[in-house]
């Protein structure tokens, strides 16, 4: 049981690893296509990440300890840390050959749908400056 647990736990932690490298380097890629400066790019990589890539970048470190930890509690120390190489020099680099490609349309739509979704936000809430803001960010998208 303990095998299965670790295999499933392994399988988790690169996909979400290879999803989550992938997106970053997208809006890191985005970012920088957007700025007119270098530092103003990571302001712009920042204001296109989505939330949920926020979350995914606390959680991905989170899991491969979870692996480290629990390859030690249930087998010996030299294997957790074998498995935790595995999973993030092999198994992530497999997996995310397998996702759609860095700066693919499908990254660029989650990105898309995102900024519309914070420019709707922002006119809900009254806040025009951060509005205006949101869709010149979006028309400026748009013509990447």
Aim: aromatic share 14%.
């Amino acid at each position: 049981m303990n095998t299965l647990i670790l295999i499933l736990l392994i399988l988790a932690t690169s996909l979400l690893g290879a999803y989550t490298i992938s997106f970053q380097e997208t809006t890191l890629y985005f970012g920088k296509k957007l700025a007119s400066s270098k530092s103003l790019s990571k302001i712009l990589q920042n204001a296109i990440t989505p939330y949920g890539q926020n979350v995914r970048n606390i959680v991905y470190p989170g899991l491969n300890l979870v692996i480290l930890v629990y390859g030690l509690v249930f087998y010996k120390w030299y294997l957790a840390v074998g498995f935790l190489i595995f999973t993030f020099f092999i198994a992530t680099p497999i997996l995310r050959s397998v996702l759609p490609k860095t700066k693919s349309d499908f990254y660029r739509q989650k990105i898309r749908k995102d900024l519309l979704k914070k420019q709707t936000q922002y006119k809900k809430s009254g806040d025009g400056e951060r509005e205006t803001a949101a869709t010149e960010l979006l028309v400026k998208f748009d013509k990447l």
